[in-house]
């Protein structure tokens, strides 16, 4: 029986460990998950997702406080159309991000960033040119194109000196996704390196309706390659969206794809930028405890934990510092909080919604946003004497998913007691 390690991922001549860890957003797959990945010879992501609040985390700056402070006398008013970012703090705060990371970057892998055409920053074109712009600048390796079908994103950017060099590729959940992108992307003459097909099963936002479970990742991957057969292409796939393990991941290599994107299992390591309650809540799980639900405001369904506290809690938006869904001043959430704030005017806190504000919550990780199978990671690790479950590093999850046959899962190891003699 095959594993993992015996397929390679080709792209631009150079080999790699056909293993992507996909990007989780808000500062989920972290630098430091993005760099292991790298480090082991596979694809790791970053994502640029609430980019200037991750940056105020790390780098010490106070892009967010600067932005609510301009705009303070925006909060109480319905309209945020005036409510911009400044394009100079999203390029350096962009741009410094990912010097950072590629500074860091060691062994033969690659560090693409995550970049979501839903997050239209109240100025959409604008916002993407500059942070897809920065990002070459400041060189990534690679851009995967998410949350939309991005059918303008090339042009932003045609006329960067990077535009043919560097990595670009997108996330489709059908070959129609993709040829509606292929169209675009044959006009600049500029095809996509790769294109990662997203099943139902994958965590975050899902390409599909609520009748999600009528899809299949397989099936997809066959239609990509029948299309892509009958187009003369061959634009290497990467599957993602359920594949649990290396023996999943082996099955996909052998029935068409090129390599994998796998997140949820990463998402509990020591690398993920989760707190460390949430990744035990992801590990408490049953299958029961996940759903998928139209609560974000972007539209698309989100699978996530029923318990995520987003659910809960409706607060008041925050447009003036972080606004990073608003689009044409507004944004479904905005526009729903105030039709209830209206029924009850002595009422701006506990306000009941059907969506989140997305914003706030994923900032704060309200979203315990996770793949179907999240209910399977108690399987993956040790449970130790207090309850809690033994959180496994980055390198333990890819070398399981890169080494592991016969759909076993290997344990991490457990730490040494300390001595009590
Ligand atoms: C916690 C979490 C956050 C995610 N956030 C994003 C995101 O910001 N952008 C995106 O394109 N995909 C996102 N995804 C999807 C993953 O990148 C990936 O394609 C998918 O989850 C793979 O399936 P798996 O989780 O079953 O392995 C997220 C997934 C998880 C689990």
């Not at 015996?6 to 792209?11: M, W």
């Not at 990534?140 to 043919?164: M, S, V």
């Not at 994107?261 to 408490?284: I, N």
Request: hydrophobic share 35%.
């Amino acid at each position: 029986m095959k594993c993992v390690d015996d397929f390679r991922l080709v792209l631009g001549g150079k080999e790699y460990v056909p293993i992507v860890i996909g990007g989780m957003g808000v500062d989920i797959s972290t630098a430091e998950l993005a760099l292991e990945a790298a480090r082991l010879g596979g694809i790791g992501h970053i994502s640029d997702a609430m980019y200037m609040d991750v940056s105020d985390r790390y780098f010490d700056t106070d892009y967010t406080g600067t932005k609510a402070q301009q705009y303070r006398k925006y909060i109480p008013l319905h309209n945020k159309t005036d409510v911009l970012f400044d394009l100079k703090m999203v390029e350096e705060a962009t741009k410094r991000q990912v010097a950072d990371v590629m500074e860091r970057k060691r062994g033969d892998g690659m560090i693409f960033i995550n970049c979501m055409e839903k997050l239209t920053m109240n100025a959409a074109r604008d916002t993407l040119r500059t942070r897809l712009s920065a990002a070459m600048d400041a060189g990534i390796d690679g851009i995967t194109l998410a949350a939309g079908l991005h059918q303008n994103t090339l042009k932003l950017i045609e006329d960067h000196p990077r535009f043919r060099d560097v990595k670009i590729g997108i996330i489709v959940s059908s070959h129609r996704a993709l040829q509606i992108f292929l169209r675009r992307s044959a006009k600049l003459n500029r095809l996509p390196d790769y294109v990662v097909v997203e099943g139902p099963l994958a965590g975050g936002h899902l390409g599909f309706g609520l009748d999600w479970a009528d899809y299949d990742l397989r099936t997809i991957v066959h239609d990509v390659n029948r299309y892509q057969e009958k187009e003369g292409l061959s634009i290497p796939v990467i599957a993602g969206g359920g594949i649990f393990t290396g023996s999943d991941a082996v099955s996909f290599l052998e029935d068409g794809a090129d390599a994998v994107q796998v997140a949820t299992r990463f998402a509990v390591t020591k690398e993920s930028g989760l707190p460390d309650h949430v990744k035990q809540e992801y590990f408490k799980s049953t299958e029961d405890d996940i759903e998928v639900n139209m609560a974000s405001p972007t539209g698309y369904p989100m699978r996530m934990l029923k318990k995520s506290p987003a659910l809960a809690i409706g607060l008041q938006p925050n447009c003036e510092a972080f606004g990073y869904l608003l689009d044409n001043g507004s944004c479904p959430y905005l526009e729903e909080y105030y039709q209830e704030v209206a029924k009850d005017p002595d009422n701006h806190f506990m306000v009941k919604t059907q969506k989140t504000c997305l914003c706030t919550h994923m900032r704060n990780h309200y979203v315990w946003t996770c793949g179907h199978y999240a209910y399977r990671l108690k399987d993956t690790t040790h449970k130790l004497a207090d309850g809690t479950y033994l959180l496994p590093t980055a390198e333990h999850v890819f070398k399981d998913y890169q080494f592991s046959k016969d759909n076993k899962i290997a344990l991490p190891e457990l730490p040494v007691p300390p001595f009590s003699g």
